[in-house]
């Protein structure tokens, strides 16, 4: 099949020249104040523009202001993109661009050998070397010959490039990124036409900061054009062959958000969002703010309980309330959501997921809430746990979560994590118009009301919000009696309430679709199990694996609590199962416990994602060795 | 369906749930209840559209007992589940019923976020001075060397006073009451029900088992009109079974001091006039204690935008600036887009 992508601009055809690559990894790497994050954003949208298949890793300090070129304000944003399916951010950089010393010492050990090292010589003073913690300066003692090191001088050609718009030195070396980005864009012909309207439209109030911005690019691109430097050469990587539609990048923290809203309306409830902030949460606290036009309330409560509770206050009222938060953050709505559980109501709590314990590191991704998400509370209190694989699947997870809150009337637990919320990927736009919607009915009817009469095929209790006529109700923490709904401290009864609490969760692996094989049989000799932002390079490493011959099957899972009912029975038809998790072995521990299957862990809590070549050799391992 | 039925105006009685009252025999809570109900039904309110929420301890069983919708939570989180109710519904008349040790303590958080947000609620502390659920700690607002289990030698703590708090933390209505005074308790409640925006309201509750005649200082009825002052808005400042005694500025020392009328040349022109949008002095008659009267009625009112007002406001102007009905599927398409094509 071929595929053609069109751009919305016209390409300029100079790739007679150039050399062919199917696919290619750059890291762009400087200070937190240099806008590394700003030059990938820009970066990935003119590729995606071109066509190619991408997955990004935006890796930042927690610091919003770390001192500069310090090792611990180093801020860096990893694209690999190509003419082939793209599955994560890559496991090297091909080329790193180096803004400082500082930005050297931290990433120079991913680049690959051999690989394309470019740095700013304008940032390699003394004082940058010291700050960065350099004895002698690298550039010159020899320990770069296993790369190709290109030197440019980018902070005066920034400098010598904006001039004319009269900016303050200190304006003007802001450009910087911008130049840098112009030359990547000449390296991968690249559109830029994409970045001075973004750039035009950004500084519409500040035109001389557009007009700097703008003759950086093209004066960087200008360079790559001109200058005859080994190493700056110019590269093609054609259009990927990808499944047609409308597409745009998406990050997962904008994808979740705007799922949340398509479930909402789906359901036909007003949506009131209560967050605190939290990093890496915080995004989809911002998004939904901006979306007051869909019926959006969003709430920024005074702490993760007080937003919690709002959540479940807005759900009593007949709205869906919705909570957002991290693992730390989760910690404390812990209460709140087991009052959820007890009086049955309908809440969303998402957890971006970050590395812990306590506060850990809040920038970096980890998937260690598993545990938390599915046991972590006091009591017996099931609530139903899903995890978004990518960016773009936030979006049909988000809707979900919605569905199965309303649907049995439970708190939703929805993982995600650091790596999700900041990632970027292009996306198959959805159709709204083509989603089931899912109405929540409320109940009205007076005749033989009492607030915890339940649906007998899901288990669910009615919804009667205050308002209704005749069916005034008191509910809360306190057991209720399975008949009445009034408070009940009768041994049987509540062994019963807590048994159809348990079944009414249990039920829901009966609204779920069964568990499908991703790739690779049904059956065999290995299956590699994974849940979350996990999916990208395991579904790369298995099929590596597969091309070597290897009998290896990947299955990743949407619904982590309850699992799918036909999961079981899958795993048995496997002699291994290999669980990669960025934690200590949780999901293996699920599997272990509730199938008795002999699956084992690969762990990684590096704070980054896994390399593909890491599962593969546990794959390979598994089998050859 | 439900025919809608005209009903007459529903009775103080209406307002009381099946459940039979589980407090103690001689408990505060008995009389303020009896309050309640008389508001509600002199307010004409319906029992569908109101709300009672309520935290954790021994007031916080008060829903149950009403016949109109209730929601017990978790300990002193009431004022944020009410607050979502509000956000989620406006039009609901939604009471908040709290304990010192719930309201002040575990949750102490939460109230002032709903005071100084101004959430159109009404919010009753029931101030024993104790805590009675957990069987007789001492609670944030016992006296200082307030003897309990867990404090056999006495509290070394200095308690904090609700309405100085509720004044501080930004609440536009402040007022007091005191459980047994069933013609004036009522009032104070209205009073807390008319006002749009959050209603603190402190009511002084006799916890019959572990602080008995916590109050008696200024409730009882020998001591009672010489220790309480009824405040009432643009009236002089008097108390006492004659009305003979009132409150004057003392201004070299900045304070209120107790005069009596006719005595050392004071008329009633020295007695100051009770204003409630005055905070300063309603911050002065909030910290008035033994010997000083105590300030029992509306302490301070002064309105201000309500915060669910506020937020559906900006709701209701991003949706009238829309010239069609908000569209996800435009959202998504904004910014820059590709088409692929087989």
Known sequence: MSARAQSTAERIDTTAERRRLESVVVRFAGDSGDGMQLTGTRFTEAVALAGNDLATFPDFPAEIRAPTGTTYGVSAFQINFGAREIRTSGDQPDVLVAMNPAALKVNVRDLRDGGLLVVDTGSFKDRDLKKAGYEQNPLTDGSLKRYQVVEIDISKLTLEAVKATGLSQRDALRCKNMWTLGLVYWMYDRDRKATVDWLTQRFAKRPELAAANIAAVNAGHAFGETAELPGIQGFYVPPASISPGLYRTVTGAEALSWGLVAGTQLAGLKMVFCSYPITPASSVLHALAGMKQFDVLTFQAEDEIAA??????????????????????????????????????????????????????????????????????????????????????CFEVAVEAVRLATRFMTPVILLTDGYLANAAEPWRIPEFAKLQPFPVRFHTDTAGFQPFLRDETTLARIWAKPGT???????????????????????????????????????????????????????????????????????????????????????????LWPMPRNLGELLRGYEQVLVPEMNMGQLKAILRAEYLVPAAGLNKVSGQPFKIAQIEQAIVAGLEG | MNAPTKIDKLQPKDFASDQELRWCPGCGDYAIIKSVHKALADLGATRENTVFVSGIGCAARFPYYMSTYGFHTIHGRAPAIASGIKLANPELDVWIVSGDGDALSIGGNHLLHLLRRNVDVNFLLFNNEIYGLTKGQYSPTSRLGTKSPSTPLGSVELPVSATVFALGVGARFVARGIDTQQQRLPEVLKRAHAHRGASFVEIFQNCIVYNDGAFDGFTAKP?????????????????????????????????????????AGVGEADILVHDETNRTLAGMLAALEPPMPVAIGVLYCDPAPTYEAAVQRQVDEVRAKQSRAPDLDALMRRGHTWTVTA
Not at chain 1, 334 to 355: C, D, K
Not at chain 2, 230 to 244: A, C, T, V
Request: overall charge positive.
């Open chain 1, 308 to 393: 919690a509770c709002a959540a479940i206050g807005a759900s009593y009222a007949g709205a869906l309330g919705i909570t957002s938060s991290s693992g730390p953050g989760v910690a404390l709505k812990t209460e709140a959501i087991g009052l959820a559980i007890g009086v049955e109501l309908p809440l969303v709590v998402v957890n971006s997921q970050r590395a812990g314990p306590s506060t850990g590191m809040p920038t970096k991704t980890e998937q260690s809430d598993l545990f938390q998400s599915v046991w972590g509370r006091n009591a017996d209190s099931p609530v139903a746990v899903l995890a978004a694989r990518s960016a773009g699947d």
């Open chain 2, 223 to 263: 001591v009672a009109d010489e220790a309480q002052i009824h405040l009432e808005h643009g009236k002089p400042l008097l108390y006492g079974k004659d009305r003979k005694r009132g409150l004057r500025l003392d201004l070299r020392r900045l304070r209120l001091e107790a005069v009596t009328l006719g005595e």
């Open chain 1, 469 to 559: 006529p005749g069916l005034e109700h008191r509910i809360g923490g306190l057991e209720k009696d399975y008949n009445t709904g009034h408070i009940s401290y009768d041994p049987d009864n509540h062994q019963k309430m807590t048994e159809v609490r348990a079944a009414k969760i249990r039920n829901i692996a009966n609204d779920i679709p069964p568990q499908i094989v991703d790739q690779g049989r049904p059956m065999g000799r290995m299956a590699v199990v994974g849940w979350g932002s996990t999916y990208g390079p395991i579904s790369r490493a298995v099929s590596n694996a597969r091309k070597r011959g290897l009998d290896v099957s990947h299955i990743h899972l949407r619904y």
